[in-house]
């Protein structure tokens, strides 16, 4: 296997485990250099790197600017210059400059391409309005996780995860991520638990008020201090748009979820994570 197909293999496992990754490229070479044009290599979260740029004096500059580039969620060109060639960490066309020290004098130029991990989604339930909200969450870019009874997940093909619990534990959501509670009597009051209990940025339930006042002093007696996780809860779920039927009430759901993680105003209020 050559290692553009690794580069390749790489990208695609990082893209299915929804990690986050830089793509580095080579774009161009002057005088003496190890590596040429169409060099890749990919940088993870954790700084490590896969492929080939250069030498350790490449590399480490190729490392820094991958990490930043993640950091801001831009892409972004580097130039790396013989040490004694760099007045300015800028060139005179804006391109950021780093420094090296490697003997042979060389100048590359590499463009850096951050891949951020989908946002994921968890679908509690799979009631008809789960069922339609799944290809739509799958259509915006986010990673699907179904917590449902066993005997239910057929009625949610294509998602990334099958879970047959609500442990809080076992959800590994994000202030990125999203959880929605859809279940409409089945395990209502330990996948509302769940989701209150999670670090997802958005939590939701579908449900009528008088359903979630009845859930809200059930779970409150059991355990008090998942009172003050409510004030995070959007509940009944979606924006207001006169929904009716599973898709459209589908619809203003991933509707809501977009604009809070876009810290978008809905109706004069701000949404923020």
Do not use: W
């Amino acid at each position: 296997m050559t290692t553009s197909d690794k580069i390749l293999d790489l990208i695609e496992r990082f893209r299915t485990e929804g990690k986050s990754f830089c793509i580095a490229t080579i774009l161009r070479t002057a005088d003496s250099t190890s590596a040429r044009p169409g060099a890749k290599a990919v940088i993870a979260m954790d700084g490590d790197l896969y492929g080939y740029v250069g030498g350790g004096c490449v590399t480490g500059a190729v490392r820094r600017g991958a990490l930043e580039a993640l950091k801001d969620n831009v892409p972004k060109m580097i130039r790396i210059k013989p040490k004694d060639d760099v007045v300015s960490l800028v060139d005179t066309d804006g391109v950021q400059l780093h420094k090296s020290s490697c003997p042979s004098g060389g100048t590359i130029e590499v463009f850096l391409e951050p891949m951020q991990s989908p946002r994921t989604l968890l679908i509690c339930g799979a009631s008809p309005i789960a069922q339609a909200v799944l290809p739509l969450a799958k259509g915006l870019g986010h990673r699907v996780i179904v917590a449902a009874l066993s005997e239910d997940h057929e009625k949610m093909p294509g998602a990334a995860l099958y879970l047959d619990n609500f442990e809080p534990e076992t959800l590994n959501l994000t202030s990125n991520d999203s959880a929605i509670v859809m279940t409409q009597g089945k395990q209502d009051r330990n996948a509302l638990r769940a989701v209150l209990s999670s670090n997802a940025g958005y939590k939701g339930m579908v449900c009528s008020r008088r359903k979630l006042k009845s859930l809200k002093e059930t779970l409150v007696s059991e355990t008090k201090e998942i009172e003050t996780n409510f004030a995070q809860l959007h509940a009944p779920a979606g924006l207001h748009i006169g929904a009716i039927g599973p898709e459209e009430i589908a619809m203003a759901v991933m509707c809501e979820i977009l604009a809070h993680h876009r810290q978008f105003v809905v109706q004069g209020k701000e949404i923020s994570v």
